[in-house]
């Protein structure tokens, strides 16, 4: 079985910046596309970015653009969220998710891996 486990998160001042990591372990997965989701209380699960492994395409949401990075190192099987020009609204659980199978970079349903989730609190 394989394990997502992300670290990083914290509190930061709006403007600031944080460095999120997902490490894999259990199984590598490299061969895997991987992106990041986030939930604020009260609110559904949405995507943040994601990462194609096959030809490194990205993808963001429209309210991370130009503030945000996703990568990846496969020889360290870890996946990496750089966050950049933190907003109060970006205060959310952050979450890790690996997909065995093609399928919509945006959908939750298409990953079938996800770690437990870090806290990334933005204070105004």
């Given at each position: 079985?394989?394990?997502l486990?992300?670290?990083?998160?914290?509190?930061?001042?709006?403007?600031?910046?944080?460095?999120?990591?997902?490490?894999a372990?259990g199984?590598?997965?490299?061969?895997?596309?991987?992106?990041?989701?986030?939930q604020?209380?009260?609110?559904?699960?949405?995507?943040?970015?994601?990462?194609?492994?096959?030809?490194?395409?990205?993808?963001?949401?429209?309210?991370?653009?130009?503030?945000?990075?996703?990568?990846r190192?496969?020889?360290?099987?870890?996946?990496?969220?750089?966050?950049?020009?933190?907003?109060?609204e970006?205060?959310?659980?952050y979450?890790?998710?690996?997909?065995?199978?093609?399928?919509?970079?945006?959908?939750?349903?298409?990953y079938?891996?996800?770690?437990?989730?870090?806290?990334?609190t933005?204070s105004?």
């Amino acid at each position: 079985q394989g394990q997502l486990v992300e670290s990083g998160g914290g509190l930061v001042q709006a403007g600031g910046s944080l460095r999120l990591s997902c490490a894999a372990s259990g199984r590598t997965f490299t061969t895997y596309d991987m992106g990041w989701f986030r939930q604020a209380p009260g609110k559904e699960r949405e995507v943040v970015a994601a990462i194609r492994w096959t030809s490194g395409l990205t993808a963001y949401a429209d309210f991370v653009k130009g503030r945000f990075a996703i990568s990846r190192d496969n020889a360290k099987n870890t996946m990496y969220l750089q966050m950049n020009s933190l907003k109060a609204e970006d205060t959310a659980v952050y979450y890790c998710a690996a997909a065995s199978s093609y399928g919509p970079m945006y959908r939750a349903s298409t990953y079938d891996y996800w770690g437990q989730g870090t806290q990334v609190t933005v204070s105004s």
